[in-house]
Every structure is written in structure tokens, then in C-alpha cells.
């Protein structure tokens, strides 16, 4: 049975990453290119959706998943995923991040000559980024959900096979629990106390533990919600408002922690401890009170959910290299920050659409390019 409701969830978290990586043009944290005036009053609604954005997308492929392998064997599945994760990063890398890039460099007074100039013959030299142009820049999120699909295809197709095995009985029992389903928060508080300070995140995927590790949980977590469907969407619905009570409560602690870690009023070990323990409590009560809530509302069809269902892989792939080419051009003028919030928003849904809807949605060899099935 096809669910509507992650449908839904899906396209809102990927609007969502728009958003956010046009908020990270103007607040102070790294990002390829800024804002020549940063406003440090956004880095609040932006920590807010850093907390569950990527780990909610990971548990909906997760979910996503339970249906793909369902109608395969694991050969099949490894197959698709090849298919629509690894052309998609190659096509991305080619033909998608390179502008990025150029425009970093332009930027940086690191090179000067037009596109052509620098695509191909400059892109692919001097190595990985940032010393050199090589980079899958925002794609990154492909290579690791290939990663953990192929590697947790034995898993899944033990847990399909065997829908009476000991780790599905067991999660059926703490969904029925108003506080059950905050167990499955006990490996994040690890992840964050043990790998977080030792692997900051990188994206890098050879030297990103914490991430790779964390994201595979929740990864492994969006699949195992969906072995034992038939009461999980009854019980998580049921206890919404329980996730989003404590979502709220450990989102205002997590802010006092900040302030009191930046003050130095407490021992700095023992406050980012108890700051991680805070971050993985909040970002998993989010993600629980967001799917609780998006089976309460969203459960329902509509051909705008199925277009935009459809889009969000190619939104997903374009839409950082326009926000970039838009910042390079907008960063130096002189508008209050909502107009140039709104150009760069408008501007970036206006032309990833048209490019979706003109040069990759109606032909049938350019689908798969960007991820989606050939019609």
C-alpha cells in the first residue's frame, strides 16, 4: 500500500533544503559562497531545521526502501539502486557541480575567464576538493545512501523474509508504548557522544564516522519502522503530540546548552556530553512527531503530490548550482535581506522547474540522468 503521507513528507524536507541552503548564503557558518552582509539572527531557525532536515530524508529512504526491495531479490535491488543513485552522482559531478565550483573560484580571485573556459579542461584537475575541483559538493547524500542500501541488503532481505523475527516483534511492542519508539534514540546519544567529537562531519565519506555511522541508523531505522506497518502508523499518530512536546522542551534546553557552553559557565567535557545526549533526544522526537503528524494529515492522493513527488530528485540535484550562480550575482547588492531572500528562493524553484519541466522530465533518455524512471 503506497503511503501518501511520506510522499508528502519527502517533497516538504526537500522544499525545506532549499530553503536552508539559501539561508546558509547569509548566516556566518562555512558555505561555498556569501552574502557580503551575514545576518547571525537566522543562525536560530536555521539550527532548528539543522536538527532533523538530513536525518528525517535518511529515515524516508529508509521507508522508501521496505517498498523497492519488496518487489525484488537483492540483485535486483542492488541493480536499481546502481541505476538511481551512482548515474545520477556521475551526471551530477560532470555536469552539475563544476558550475559550482567556478563560481567559488571566481569568487576567490582563483581563476578569471569565462565558463567554457574553465569547464572541462579546469574542472576535473588538481585532485579532490577544495584544493582542487573535483568535488560532489551537495550530492554527497548519494554515495552514502548507495553505501548503506548495498550493505544492508542481507539484513533487509532477512527481515522481509521473516516478518516474525525477534527485532520486529520487539519494535511492535515499543510502538504500542506512548515512550517505546524513544529507545531507538539511545545508539544516536552514543553516535553523538563517542564519534562526533572525534569525526566532525566532512561529507567526505572516508574520514565522516560519526556521519556515515549515525546516518545508517536512521537509515536501517526508516526501513525497520515499515516491517511492522500495521500498528506503527495507529500508535505513532496516537502519541504526536507526546514527540513534539519533548521535539520543543529538548530544543529550548539544547539552546540554553549553547549559551552556557559559549560562556564557559560549566565543565566544557560534561556540557557537550549532555549536549549530545540533548541533540540526538530532539532530532529523533522530531522525526517521529513529523511522520506522526504527516499520517494524521497527509495520507491522501492528489496529482500536485505525484508531480511534485516526481520532481524532487531533479530539484534535489539542481538546485544548490542555481542558488550559487544567483549568490555570485546578488551577494554585492545593496537590497533589504527579504527581497533577496525572495529572489533567491523564487529564483531558485523558477529555474530548477524549468529546467525539470523542459529539458529533463519530457525526455525519456535524460530521466535517468537525474534519477528517475524512463517513461
Given at each position: 500500500?503506497?503511503?501518501?503521507?511520506?510522499?508528502?513528507?519527502?517533497?516538504?524536507?526537500?522544499?525545506?533544503?532549499?530553503?536552508?541552503?539559501?539561508g546558509?548564503?547569509?548566516?556566518?557558518?562555512?558555505y561555498?559562497?556569501?552574502?557580503?552582509?551575514?545576518?547571525?539572527?537566522?543562525?536560530?531557525?536555521?539550527?532548528?531545521?539543522?536538527?532533523?532536515?538530513?536525518?528525517?530524508?535518511?529515515?524516508?529512504?529508509?521507508?522508501?526502501?521496505?517498498?523497492?526491495?519488496?518487489?525484488?531479490?537483492?540483485g535486483?535491488?542492488?541493480?536499481?539502486?546502481?541505476v538511481?543513485?551512482?548515474?545520477?552522482l556521475?551526471?551530477?559531478?560532470?555536469?552539475?557541480?563544476?558550475?559550482?565550483?567556478?563560481?567559488?573560484?571566481?569568487?576567490?580571485?582563483?581563476?578569471?575567464?569565462?565558463?567554457?573556459?574553465?569547464?572541462?579542461?579546469?574542472?576535473?584537475?588538481?585532485?579532490?576538493?577544495?584544493?582542487?575541483?573535483?568535488?560532489?559538493?551537495?550530492?554527497?547524500?548519494?554515495?552514502?545512501?548507495?553505501?548503506?542500501?548495498?550493505?544492508?541488503?542481507?539484513?533487509?532481505?532477512?527481515?522481509?523474509?521473516?516478518?516474525?523475527?525477534?527485532?520486529?516483534?520487539?519494535?511492535?511492542?515499543?510502538?504500542?508504548?506512548?515512550?517505546?519508539?524513544?529507545?531507538?534514540?539511545?545508539?544516536?546519544?552514543?553516535?553523538?557522544?563517542?564519534?562526533?567529537?572525534?569525526?566532525?562531519?566532512?561529507?567526505?565519506?572516508?574520514?565522516?564516522?560519526?556521519?556515515?555511522?549515525?546516518?545508517?541508523?536512521?537509515?536501517?531505522?526508516?526501513f525497520?519502522?515499515?516491517?511492522?506497518?500495521?500498528?506503527?502508523?495507529?500508535?505513532?499518530?496516537?502519541?504526536?503530540?507526546?514527540?513534539?512536546?519533548?521535539?520543543?522542551?529538548?530544543?529550548?534546553?539544547?539552546?540554553?546548552?549553547?549559551?552556557?557552553?559559549?560562556?564557559?559557565?560549566?565543565?566544557?567535557?560534561?556540557?557537550?556530553?549532555?549536549s549530545?545526549?540533548?541533540?540526538?533526544?530532539?532530532?529523533?522526537?522530531?522525526?517521529?512527531?513529523?511522520?506522526?503528524?504527516?499520517?494524521?494529515?497527509?495520507?491522501?492522493?492528489?496529482?500536485?503530490?505525484?508531480?511534485?513527488?516526481?520532481?524532487?530528485?531533479?530539484?534535489?540535484?539542481?538546485?544548490?548550482?542555481?542558488?550559487?550562480?544567483?549568490?555570485?550575482?546578488?551577494?554585492?547588492?545593496?537590497?533589504?535581506?527579504?527581497?533577496?531572500?525572495?529572489?533567491?528562493?523564487?529564483?531558485?524553484?523558477?529555474?530548477?522547474?524549468?529546467?525539470?519541466?523542459?529539458?529533463?522530465?519530457r525526455?525519456?533518455?535524460?530521466?535517468?540522468?537525474?534519477?528517475?524512471?524512463?517513461?
Amino acid at each position: 500500500m503506497r503511503r501518501y503521507d511520506i510522499d508528502a513528507l519527502r517533497v516538504i524536507v526537500f522544499g525545506l533544503l532549499i530553503f536552508y541552503h539559501v539561508g546558509m548564503f547569509f548566516v556566518p557558518w562555512d558555505y561555498h559562497i556569501k552574502n557580503a552582509v551575514i545576518y547571525e539572527w537566522l543562525e536560530l531557525p536555521m539550527l532548528f531545521l539543522n536538527q532533523w532536515r538530513l536525518p528525517l530524508l535518511f529515515v524516508i529512504s529508509g521507508m522508501g526502501t521496505y517498498f523497492n526491495i519488496s518487489k525484488r531479490n537483492g540483485g535486483g535491488f542492488a541493480k536499481e539502486r546502481f541505476v538511481r543513485l551512482f548515474i545520477p552522482l556521475v551526471v551530477g559531478m560532470l555536469l552539475i557541480v563544476p558550475p559550482q565550483i567556478y563560481f567559488e573560484r571566481l569568487d576567490a580571485g582563483q581563476f578569471m575567464g569565462g565558463y567554457f573556459d574553465f569547464w572541462p579542461s579546469k574542472s576535473f584537475v588538481g585532485g579532490s576538493y577544495p584544493e582542487g575541483n573535483i568535488s560532489w559538493h551537495h550530492l554527497w547524500f548519494l554515495p552514502y545512501l548507495l553505501i548503506f542500501s548495498l550493505i544492508l541488503i542481507p539484513v533487509f532481505v532477512y527481515l522481509r523474509n521473516h516478518p516474525q523475527a525477534w527485532m520486529i516483534v520487539k519494535m511492535k511492542q515499543l510502538s504500542a508504548s506512548k515512550f517505546g519508539l524513544f529507545m531507538l534514540a539511545v545508539p544516536l546519544i552514543i553516535w553523538e557522544i563517542v564519534l562526533k567529537p572525534v569525526f566532525p562531519s566532512t561529507h567526505a565519506l572516508l574520514d565522516d564516522w560519526y556521519n556515515f555511522v549515525n546516518y545508517l541508523t536512521l537509515f536501517f531505522y526508516g526501513f525497520l519502522l515499515m516491517t511492522f506497518q500495521d500498528v506503527l502508523w495507529v500508535n505513532i499518530s496516537k502519541n504526536r503530540r507526546i514527540y513534539l512536546i519533548t521535539g520543543i522542551i529538548t530544543f529550548v534546553l539544547l539552546i540554553l546548552i549553547w549559551v552556557c557552553i559559549e560562556n564557559s559557565l560549566f565543565d566544557p567535557a560534561l556540557e557537550k556530553s549532555i549536549s549530545g545526549m540533548m541533540r540526538a533526544i530532539n532530532e529523533w522526537t522530531w522525526i517521529l512527531a513529523l511522520i506522526g503528524y504527516a499520517a494524521t494529515y497527509l495520507n491522501k492522493p492528489s496529482k500536485s503530490l505525484k508531480y511534485a513527488n516526481e520532481a524532487v530528485y531533479p530539484f534535489y540535484i539542481l538546485h544548490q548550482t542555481v542558488i550559487i550562480a544567483l549568490g555570485y550575482y546578488l551577494k554585492n547588492t545593496e537590497m533589504y535581506l527579504t527581497i533577496k531572500f525572495l529572489i533567491m528562493i523564487i529564483g531558485t524553484f523558477g529555474i530548477s522547474w524549468l529546467i525539470y519541466e523542459f529539458g529533463i522530465r519530457r525526455f525519456a533518455w535524460i530521466r535517468p540522468l537525474f534519477g528517475m524512471k524512463r517513461q
